[in-house]
Every structure is written in C-alpha cells, then in structure tokens.
C-alpha cells in the first residue's frame, strides 16, 4: 500500500502539471520552476513513503516480538525490585517501594537471577519510597549481596515442608514422562484434585493448596506440564496458552483414575485456570471431573494479551497484530507455533454456557497481570454454577500470601458444599 501510495502521488503530481508544461515549452524558466516544483513534489513522497515504510517495518518487528513473548516460555525472569539495604543481625530489609513489595503477608523472594532464594514476612517499616520487611529464611544464595529481586506468591520449595508424607511419580503423557508430586490424603478416598501451576511457574506454585484439600479428604497430585522446564516439551517448544497443555491434564486425570480416584477437582493458576477449563470441557474423560477451581484465572485471553498490551503502551494495531500472529497459521513462521492458538475456544466468557460443573474462582482486582473482569463476567454469566470470592488488594497469584486464612476458608467451604450436594445426590 505504502508503494502505491507512492506512485498515484507521483502520477498526480506529473498529470496536473503536463498541461501548462507543454504550453510553455520554450520558456526555460517556467520550465526550470515545473520542473523543481515536480522533483520536489517526487522527493517528498519518497521521503514520506520511506517514513512509512520504516514505521511499518518497525511496528512489525514490536509485534512479532511481542508475540514470540507470549508464546516462548522466558529463560530470565524480570527483578523488579530494587534491594536497598539487607541488616542480617535485624533479620530485615528495605526494598524500593513497589506494589508487590507492599503487600502484606509472607512472600518468596528470588535474586540472583534465580539462583538465590529467600522467605520475607511482615512489613516493619515503610520510608519515603522504601519499605523495609522481615527476613524470614534465606534458603539458599547471599542475600546481603542481592541488588535486586522479585516476589513470588509459591511460597513453599518442596512438600517435605508441609510435614506430609508424600512420592514423587510420573505421568505419562504423550510426549512422554512428566514429573509430578503425589500427597495423598489422611486416610483412604477416592477424591483427588489435580494442581495445574501457571505461565513460567512450576509445581511448587500449587502447594499452598495442598492442606486445605488434605484436610477436607482430597489426596493431591500437583503435576508439570509440556514446556514448563520440567516436563518434556513440545516439538515446537512454545506454549500454547492452555490450547495444548490441557492434554497433560487429562494424562494426570487418567493417573488419577488409574491409583483409585473416582471424583476429581482441577485447580489452576493463571494460565493453568484456562489450561483446566479446556480439560474440563474436551477431555474424554471430563465425565470424572466433578469441580473446578481458580486463582487468578485467564478466562478470556483476548482481554488479558489486550489488558497487558494497554500496560505496555503499545499502539491498537500492534495489540491486535499480536493476536493476529499467534492465532492465525500465517504467524507461525514468524513466532515459531507448531499450530496456530484458538484464542476463541479460550474465552469462556462466550462459552459460559458449555461448562457443566460447580467452579470456585478466587481473583483479585488489582491483579495487574490478569484482570478481574473475566472471572467476574463468568461469574455473572453463570450464577448457578460458579461461585466468585474477590479480592482487592492482593495481585496475582498471591491471594493465600496476602490472606492465608480467608482464602483456606473459601476453598473449606466451597468443598463442604460440593461434598454435601454429592450425599444428596447420593
């Protein structure tokens, strides 16, 4: 369009002008003014064609970028948070003031790029943009010598420091064998629920989860998935948003059905909410699945790629370009996608009315990754099934850090309810 463009300017500029030029042939002059005024005119469209051409190349080259982002799992995490001070003998330290840094609650902090990893508590301080936290536990790495980290709502490492027994197994999937955690219950059950960690998580993320189900009877399996690092990846090596991933799930499903389970629940995070919905409503063996529930969910990804697009300040057509690249099959060359993502067949805002089974959603408002909005509208488009436990000040995925107590109380209820409508259908 751009050299078209180029062109009728070019052509216009020739045809108004060819008439008085013939009729002044002779005249040096006027012939010397048409003719600047003509190569003026072509030099300009050229320029403002190049300007163009430039802008295009550019715009492009953010949004494939931006959509290879999307779809590559990251080898680096961010550190967001600058460490201004560590006092061991006080067990404290002072953080530059961020809205993660000022959430209340117990935390994990990653520095060293991952190689360092400690536990902060409660809030003792706050200064002029600075906030000073307790030290916890440093598990490994030298936080003294940290200049930066981030916060993680995964707060525990490993199951042993639950104090519960528990086995490390694999399910076999069919890209082959995936490590996974398997705590089982108090006492024999036949009631499972299955962990699904988030985008650029692991398993651990889910072991806040582990004693309330523990406790209401649920042995847990917490499982990793296609191209989370841990479990084998896909020819592609991208992620496919819960698209793909779902077939992991229903593989844990089938290892479930396979050790004595007869009820299941998926539980999902983030990304694992839109990667359990998929189970749940594709899966052959979706029939055992009795409940879902969801922290901090995409329920639609349209909304959420836009919503985190919008934070970036990235222009509407580089928004809508990365929705195009990852979702259409001429993309996948430039973003490496085996198969295109059906980001339709995730929105379940519009396919509310496909879901079958009682669902827990557990989101906060001021997420800042994953907008509330979605959970709320499925919520509100599926009053029957669906029950919504909000929050407003505790970000993504950090809803047990901020308020261990409330969240417990909303997953111990909503499994009593389910267990009780169960005996009555019984």
Same mark, same amino acid.
């Given at each position: @369009?751009?050299?078209?463009?180029?062109?009728?300017?070019?052509?216009?500029?020739?045809?108004? =002008?060819?008439? &008085?030029?013939?009729?002044?042939?002779?005249?040096?002059?006027? !012939?010397?003014?048409?003719?600047?005024?003509?190569?003026?005119?072509?030099?300009?469209?050229?320029?403002?064609?190049?300007?163009?051409?430039?802008?295009?190349?550019?715009?492009?080259?953010?949004?494939?970028?931006?959509?290879?982002?999307?779809?590559?799992?990251?080898?680096?995490?961010?550190?967001?948070? =600058?460490?201004?001070?560590?006092?061991?003998?006080?067990?404290?330290?002072?953080?530059?003031?961020?809205?993660?840094?000022?959430?209340?609650?117990?935390?994990?902090?990653?520095?060293?790029?991952? &190689?360092?990893?400690?536990?902060?508590?409660?809030?003792?301080?706050?200064?002029?943009?600075?906030?000073?936290?307790?030290?916890?536990?440093?598990?490994?790495?030298?936080?003294?010598?940290?200049?930066?980290?981030?916060?993680?709502?995964?707060?525990?490492?490993?199951?042993?420091?639950?104090?519960?027994?528990?086995?490390?197994?694999?399910?076999?999937?069919?890209?082959?064998?995936?490590? &996974?955690?398997?705590?089982?219950?108090?006492?024999?059950?036949?009631?499972?629920?299955?962990?699904?960690?988030?985008?650029?998580?692991?398993?651990?993320?889910?072991?806040?989860?582990?004693?309330?189900?523990?406790?209401?009877?649920?042995?847990?399996?917490?499982?990793?998935?296609?191209?989370?690092?841990?479990?084998?990846?896909?020819?592609?090596?991208?992620?496919?948003?819960?698209?793909?991933?779902?077939?992991?799930?229903?593989?844990?499903?089938?290892?479930?059905?396979?050790?004595?389970?007869?009820?299941?629940?998926? @539980?999902?995070?983030?990304?694992?909410?839109?990667?359990?919905?998929? &189970?749940?409503?594709?899966?052959?063996?979706?029939?055992?699945?009795?409940?879902?529930?969801?922290?901090?969910?995409?329920?639609?990804?349209?909304?959420?790629?836009?919503?985190?697009? !919008?934070?970036?300040?990235?222009?509407?057509?580089?928004?809508?370009?990365?929705?195009?690249?990852?979702?259409?099959?001429?993309?996948?060359?430039?973003?490496?996608? !085996?198969?295109?993502?059906?980001?339709?067949?995730?929105?379940?805002?519009?396919?509310?009315?496909?879901? !079958?089974?009682?669902?827990?959603?557990?989101?906060?408002?001021?997420?800042?990754?994953?907008?509330?909005?979605?959970?709320?509208?499925?919520?509100?488009?599926?009053?029957?099934?669906?029950?919504?436990?909000?929050?407003?000040?505790?970000?993504?995925?950090?809803?047990?850090?901020?308020?261990?107590?409330?969240?417990?109380?909303?997953?111990?209820?909503?499994?009593?309810?389910?267990?009780?409508?169960?005996?009555?259908?019984?």
């Amino acid at each position: @369009m751009i050299l078209r463009r180029i062109g009728a300017s070019r052509h216009r500029s020739v045809g108004v =002008r060819a008439p &008085a030029f013939d009729s002044l042939i002779g005249d040096d002059r006027t !012939e010397n003014t048409v003719g600047r005024r003509s190569r003026a005119l072509f030099g300009g469209a050229v320029a403002l064609g190049g300007v163009l051409t430039a802008g295009a190349l550019f715009a492009g080259a953010v949004t494939t970028t931006v959509a290879r982002t999307v779809v590559m799992p990251p080898r680096k995490r961010s550190q967001d948070i =600058r460490v201004v001070s560590v006092d061991e003998a006080e067990a404290t330290i002072v953080l530059r003031a961020t809205p993660d840094a000022l959430l209340p609650g117990d935390y994990s902090f990653w520095f060293e790029q991952g &190689a360092g990893h400690a536990r902060l508590g409660q809030i003792v301080d706050r200064g002029v943009g600075t906030v000073t936290r307790r030290i916890l536990a440093v598990d490994f790495g030298n936080l003294a010598t940290a200049r930066a980290g981030r916060f993680s709502g995964w707060y525990y490492l490993s199951p042993k420091e639950l104090g519960v027994p528990f086995e490390s197994v694999k399910v076999r999937t069919s890209l082959g064998s995936a490590p &996974a955690w398997l705590v089982p219950a108090e006492g024999p059950t036949t009631r499972w629920v299955i962990q699904v960690h988030g985008r650029a998580t692991l398993r651990q993320e889910g072991l806040r989860a582990v004693p309330v189900f523990r406790e209401a009877g649920y042995t847990s399996l917490l499982i990793s998935y296609r191209n989370d690092g841990e479990a084998p990846p896909s020819p592609d090596r991208r992620y496919a948003l819960g698209d793909t991933e779902w077939l992991d799930v229903e593989a844990a499903i089938l290892f479930a059905l396979d050790n004595g389970a007869v009820d299941v629940v998926l @539980m999902g995070w983030s990304m694992g909410g839109a990667t359990v919905l998929q &189970a749940a409503t594709r899966s052959r063996v979706r029939d055992v699945v009795t409940g879902v529930v969801l922290d901090s969910p995409v329920v639609n990804w349209v909304d959420t790629l836009l919503y985190q697009g !919008e934070a970036m300040s990235l222009p509407a057509p580089v928004k809508r370009g990365v929705l195009a690249l990852i979702g259409s099959r001429w993309g996948r060359p430039l973003t490496g996608q !085996e198969r295109p993502i059906d980001l339709a067949r995730l929105d379940f805002v519009s396919r509310a009315a496909e879901l !079958e089974v009682p669902i827990l959603v557990l989101h906060s408002d001021d997420d800042g990754f994953v907008p509330s909005n979605g959970s709320r509208e499925l919520a509100a488009a599926r009053p029957d099934i669906v029950t919504f436990t909000g929050f407003e000040t505790a970000r993504h995925t950090k809803l047990w850090n901020f308020d261990r107590d409330r969240w417990n109380a909303a997953i111990r209820d909503w499994l009593q309810d389910q267990t009780e409508a169960s005996d009555q259908r019984a």
